[in-house]
């Protein structure tokens, strides 16, 4: 993965994106506790930055604010020319997710739904935004490039997938053909080359992989299908699939 933060120290990139895998791991292994903590361990790496970037001197490692919440409303003082995202967006952003992590508690007692998760979903997505912001605009791309950056840098190594080093295999037989498809292009960010998905599944006949799975997928919008580079990636909707249905049974 290049240096995706500009001027920013390769050291402070690598926490905040490390802060970042560790969210999406927890929350994609249902531990939702663990993913509001972190939430805040990644609010302090991005105020850091964003603090570095206003005063042009960045340290090599993030540090704590003795009081976050004024902290980042500081921010509002950096002159105009740093932009609104630097000096208001960014920083409100993180005091929310700051604040998830120590105010709202975890394992709540009383009332009729559980939070944990709730705040897990909410703690992911801003998690997810504050980093394609940063990216957006120390990397000088779209906020929709930057989307696909972080979707790059996600690590999904899950215990279903056993990668030999030349092939992967999804160690559950049980689950549907379907279901071993959904879950291969989970495990890869990247499209993933249909002969590739056929030889990983055994599948004995291509043109009926093709018709029963691949193109059945890509109607109900699980995966994107590309029938002209013969490619397949896994949609939003597919991932959630995934993860409601396949992984808490297996």
């Not at 001197?57 to 980042?72: L, M």
Request: proline content about 6%; hydrophobic content about 35%; some cysteine.
């Amino acid at each position: 993965m290049p240096h995706l933060l500009g001027s920013v120290p390769e050291s402070l990139e690598d926490e905040l994106f490390a802060k970042y895998r560790e969210i999406e791991r927890n929350f994609r292994e249902r531990r939702w506790e663990p993913a509001e903590l972190n939430g805040g361990k990644l609010s302090e790496v991005a105020y850091t930055i964003l603090r570095g970037h206003v005063e042009g001197t960045f340290p090599d490692k993030a540090t704590k604010p003795s009081n976050f919440y004024d902290a980042c409303l500081g921010l509002s003082k950096a002159p105009e020319s740093f932009g609104k995202s630097v000096r208001i967006q960014l920083p409100r952003i993180l005091v929310a997710l700051y604040e998830i992590r120590n105010n709202r508690n975890v394992g709540h007692i009383g009332g009729d739904v559980d939070p944990n998760h709730m705040d897990a979903v909410c703690v992911l997505h801003m998690a997810k935004w504050v980093v394609s912001e940063l990216i957006r605009i120390f990397h000088g791309v779209t906020l929709a490039q930057a989307s696909d950056l972080v979707e790059a840098l996600s690590e999904r190594e899950i215990p279903l997938v056993w990668d030999t080093g030349s092939i992967k295999r999804v160690l559950n037989t049980s689950l549907t053909m379907m279901e071993k498809t959904l879950v291969l292009l989970y495990s890869d960010s990247s499209p993933i080359p249909e002969q590739s998905l056929i030889k990983s599944l055994e599948h004995s006949n291509s043109s009926v992989y093709r018709r029963d799975i691949l193109r059945k997928a890509h109607k109900q919008r699980l995966i994107e299908y590309d029938p002209t580079t013969k490619t397949a990636r896994i949609s939003p909707l597919g991932s959630a699939r995934v993860e409601s249905d396949i992984l808490p049974k297996v």
